[in-house]
Every structure is written in C-alpha cells, then in structure tokens.
C-alpha cells in the first residue's frame, strides 16, 4: 500500500523536468526542448479515456472508505465504534452525517452555486452545509456502491482532487476544456455560444493531428463550449461505439465518455436517439442530484470494463471523477487556487465576492490503468486542469492558461512499470432494479445534538 504525501519520485522527475523554474505561462510546452505534438514514452499511456460524472464530494462517495479497505483514504473521523463523527451545527446545536436511506438521492440538501459553495466552504471551516439543507449531510458506503468501492481500493485514489472552481456544472467543466471559466459562475445554457480566449484542448489537438473523440449519451458534454462539437462533428460518437472501439483496439488518443445529462429534451425539444418524451430521461446514467446512484454506477463500471477488456490494455489511462461536489458536505477546505487569466468572475450585486483564486471542494477521482499504483492514494492536489496538463505533458502541447500551464499532471498515480498486467477482477455495480423499487427521495431526519459549553461545533 502506497500513500503519497507529496509527489513519488517518479512524479517529481517528470514535474522537475516539465517544470524547470518558477511558473510557467500559457502557449508554452511543457518540455521546450520536444517538438510540439510528439509523444513521450515518460508517461506510460498512449490512449486517455477522461469519465467527468456530476455531483457528487469525496465525503460524499467515500468518507466511509477508511472503514472499507483503504485506511490511507482521507475520509471521516471515526468513534471507537466506527461511528462517523462529522458533524455541521444547525438549530442552535449540531447534526452528524448520516448514511442515506436509499441510492436516490434525497430532496433537502444544499446546492452547488456560487453563494452557497462558498457559504458551505465558509473560509474554510466547512460548516455551512446542514444550514443550508440538512440533506447534504448524508453518505453512501461500499454496501451501495460496491463497484466504486472496488475502483477506489484496487487502483489509486485521490484525496486531494479539488473541483477546479466553487460553483456549478458548466465553469468547472469549461476549466476541463479550456483551462478558464472566463467569467462564468452558473450553469446557464445561453454561455454555451462564448468561446475561451485562448481556445481549448480539442484546438490544441487539432492543430498537431492528435486524435480525439467525444463519446456521448444524449448530447456531447463538450457542447459546455458550443463550438466544439458544432466545429468538430467528426469527432462524435454514441456512446455505444466506445465499447466498440475498445474491443478492437481503435480507440483515439483521448477520450471523452459521457452518460447521459438529461440535457436533450431542454436543449431541443425532442427525446435523444429516438426515445419517446414521456420517458423519464433526466439523470438516465447519471448519479446526481434527482437521480438513481445506480445509474451512474452502472454505467462508469460498463466504461471500465471496456477498458479493461481492450487490446490497448495496460496502456490506456482512464480517469473518473466527478464535476463539482453537488452541495454535498465534505470537510477538507479547498486551498488557494492560481488564476487561470485576468477574467474575473461575472458577479451579481448580491453575489458573494471572490474569484477563481480558489478550488471548489474534493471530488472523487481514481486513475484506472495498467500502470496505476495498486491499493494507494496520492495526497498530491489536483484539480480538473490536471488532466489538461497530463494531455498536454504527454503530447507536449502548449497550454492555454496559468492554471493549466501549472497544474500538477497525473504522474504521481502512475508507476514506471506495470502494475497489472492483465485486468484486475472488480465488484459489480449495484442493482438497478433494486435500486429502483426501494428508490427514497424525501428529505432526510437528522437528530440535533447539542454539545458541552467546553466543547465547539465545526465544520470537522
């Protein structure tokens, strides 16, 4: 079991040779001395297979984890009993986080916005998210989701994986593709047609040959940037062709794999693939808020598996992780943040004041892969501009922003030798048809607790 407290040895050879001296700016590669768009075999990958899922914080998924299998795993304190003890103080006292009575998610908690992120995070006491909706206290364990479980504890896990800003959907996904929010703090469907000003990772691509295709379920999760999939339809595919393309090898040099947004009846009118609109299409494959955790589950273990089960096997880098943390309660504060630009935030008069000069709080984050180190947690901090500087260490492409051209890379997952050779065996997902039948949405019951006058509630 490996835990590592700051980059392995590994990691920082690639760092300290990506990295020379101080911070780098954007447009410029990360190894000045390789031509632009040549790959290095330094990193041991050839295909990147990026699954972004919505909503959910590492607390949220794996506070429990500790108890299940990886003690390394930052999660909750424990009782003698192996109790959680995590508690936010609400009515006058203080609740503790509770396990959630069904795999649907429950009504009553906080949301990810802006104000309440930051009101949650509360300068970094992390105390605002039972005030804001009981609800968010809640936590699943490996008993529901046994096949995230088996991901977290078979390959390696990041405690400090921070979403990239503290707000919604479509800022923290516009930092995946362009390393910027440029301004935007919501997910608003008319920024769709605004462009970064130093464009995206698909532009990048592009401009060196490098292939690329966005696998999607409904509609291309890359539309965050309307551009990109209006700009680029040969890069699309159904999701379904991902398993293809897996078993026979043909997979592009990254990969982006989306299940379903629930944004194509909002976005056209109409039901996706010939579905019919009286279908309940929202959150079909996604475990987000108002949604079955089944679902994603069930889809994430179906993208793995084809990944295990390639040809392209061991040297295919698969990361899933979660946009932002969906108003969930978490309790490591997100630490400072380098600005991606001089873009500030487009604040309303009664937004709280602030910038991108912050992470978001932690999502779950596992690097499934060949070369991924077994049963071990880096402690390194991430955020979603990792996996633009991973893209842009391994083919060496200029970056497009100061938070991407200094973003750590994935190296400190990954070991220089094989680690599995052939696929590791994995627990299966949840049922859905369970899922399905014992589905309980209703705001959840907390009992409030009150403390001794010696004592202090907080957000630990």
């Known amino acids: 079991m490996l835990a590592l407290g700051a980059a392995s040895p590994y990691a920082q050879m690639l760092d300290a040779a990506w990295a020379a001296a101080g911070r780098r700016r954007p447009d410029t590669l990360p190894d000045p001395n390789r031509p632009a768009g040549t790959p290095t075999s330094r990193l041991p990958f050839d295909h990147m297979v990026i699954v972004m899922m919505e909503n959910h914080s590492f607390d949220n998924y794996f506070g429990m984890l500790p108890r299940h299998g990886q003690p390394r795993a930052d999660g909750f304190r424990f009782d003698r009993h192996g109790n959680p003890l995590n508690s936010n103080p609400v009515k006058g006292g203080y609740i503790t986080v509770k396990h959630a009575p069904s795999l649907c998610t429950p009504n009553g908690s906080a949301s990810q916005s802006w104000n309440d992120t930051h009101h949650e995070i509360n300068h970094g006491r992390m105390d605002g998210f039972a005030r804001l909706g009981e609800s968010s206290m809640a936590y699943w364990d490996q008993s529901d989701l046994p096949f995230y479980y088996s991901l977290a504890k078979t390959f390696c896990l990041a405690n400090r994986w921070f979403c990239s800003a503290p707000c919604q959907t479509y800022p923290n996904r516009r930092f995946l593709l362009a390393g910027t929010a440029f301004g935007l703090i919501s997910t608003d469907i008319s920024s769709i047609s605004q462009n970064p000003p130093n464009g995206t990772i698909v532009d990048r691509l592009n401009a060196h040959k490098i292939s690329w295709i966005d696998y999607f379920t409904d509609l291309p999760a890359t539309g965050v940037i309307e551009s990109i999939p209006k700009n680029n339809p040969t890069h699309l595919r159904h999701v379904d062709q991902f398993s293809v393309d897996c078993a026979s090898g043909n997979l592009p040099a990254v990969s982006f794999v989306d299940s379903d947004i629930g944004a194509a009846p909002t976005a056209t009118g109409l039901a996706p693939f010939g579905g ?37 096997w061991p040297r295919i880098l698969l990361v899933w992780l979660y946009d932002e943390h969906g108003g969930w309660y978490d309790h490591v504060p ?11 935030p487009k604040l309303g008069p009664h937004d709280v004041r602030g910038g991108y000069n912050i992470y978001g709080p932690r999502v779950p984050a596992v690097a499934v892969s060949g070369y991924s180190r077994p049963h071990s947690v880096t402690n390194v901090v991430h955020d979603h501009t990792s996996i633009l500087a991973t893209i842009q260490a391994k083919w060496n492409l200029p970056a497009m922003t100061y938070r991407d051209a200094n973003a750590r890379t994935m190296a400190d997952f990954l070991d220089s030798r094989v680690r599995f050779h052939g696929p590791p065996t994995l627990a299966k997902p949840s049922d859905l048809a369970d899922s399905e039948r014992t ?22």
């Open 334 to 344: 997100p630490p400072k943040a380098i600005p991606p630009d001089n873009i500030p």
């Open 439 to 460: 589905c309980n949405s209703n705001p959840m019951t907390f009992k409030v607790h009150h403390r001794r006058k010696r004592r202090r509630s907080s957000g630990g």
């Open 276 to 312: 019919s609109q009286t279908q309940a299409l929202s959150n079909q494959n996604q475990d987000e808020e108002n949604g079955d955790l089944s679902l994603g589950e069930n889809f994430v273990s179906g993208v793995v598996n084809a990944v295990l089960k390639s040809p392209l």
